[in-house]
């Protein structure tokens, strides 16, 4: 457990990333990750697309760049951001990308109790916390899963994957980690997929914007 506040509205400790979620108030508030993360006070949440910081990594289902180690500088220095909407109004503000660096996360797994074991279909605390993993900040990772029981699960089903995505240096070598790994030789696809820094939809995680 990091012993200090990671993030709160108005101050960020320089030890951690800066995280932001867009929340369109669209969900019930008692199940929603990303309210008991800002209880918490390890997030800010804005309920304006306006708001997210500019220059931002954001967390966009529908980009075709792979999020990567290579993401890690611009986290430091602009912050991560996600969103927490419903998949038609996600469409809208994702087509607003030119303040932000849209990335995609990779193929991994949920554990969360609505999806557990469902891959790519991932709440929004499991996707901040992979998105974090990957770039480096384990330790803030945890934390945000530790306010959660099954959170630890999450990085247990995926430890396989983090692990190889942290150490890869980029886009091109986060889609042959997965290539690679034990889960893509019974994950289906289609076999079009190619080796490259944008990764097609099939193994990219369509993150869930809800909770």
Not at 79 to 108: F, M, N, Q
Not at 130 to 141: D, H, K, P, S, T
Not at 147 to 162: C, M, S, T, Y
Request: some cysteine; overall charge positive; aromatic content about 10%.
């Amino acid at each position: 457990m990091i012993p200090y506040p990671i993030w709160r509205c108005g101050g960020i400790d320089t030890r951690s990333v800066s995280i932001t979620v867009y929340h369109a108030k669209q969900c019930d508030p008692k199940k929603c990750s990303t309210l008991k993360l800002k209880r918490h006070n390890l997030v800010c949440v804005v309920h304006r697309i306006r708001e997210l910081p500019q220059g931002a990594v954001i967390l966009n289902p529908f980009t075709p760049k792979a999020f990567s180690p290579a993401d890690q500088k611009r986290l430091k220095q602009r912050g991560l951001a996600a969103l927490d909407c419903s998949w038609v109004h996600a469409k809208e503000v994702c087509a607003i990308s030119a303040h932000w660096t849209p990335r995609c996360l990779p193929y991994l797994v949920a554990a969360n109790p609505v999806n557990y074991g469902v891959p790519t279909k991932l709440s929004t605390v499991e996707a901040l916390s992979a998105a974090l993993f990957i770039a480096g900040f384990r330790e803030q990772a945890e934390t945000l899963l530790s306010k959660f029981k099954w959170g630890p699960q999450f990085i247990a089903l995926n430890e396989e994957l983090l692990e190889g995505y942290a150490q890869a240096k980029d886009s091109t070598e986060v889609v042959k980690c997965y290539k690679k790994s034990t889960l893509a030789k019974v994950a289906p696809h289609n076999g079009n997929y190619k080796t490259s820094s944008t990764v097609s939809h099939y193994i990219c995680s369509l993150i869930t914007v809800y909770c």
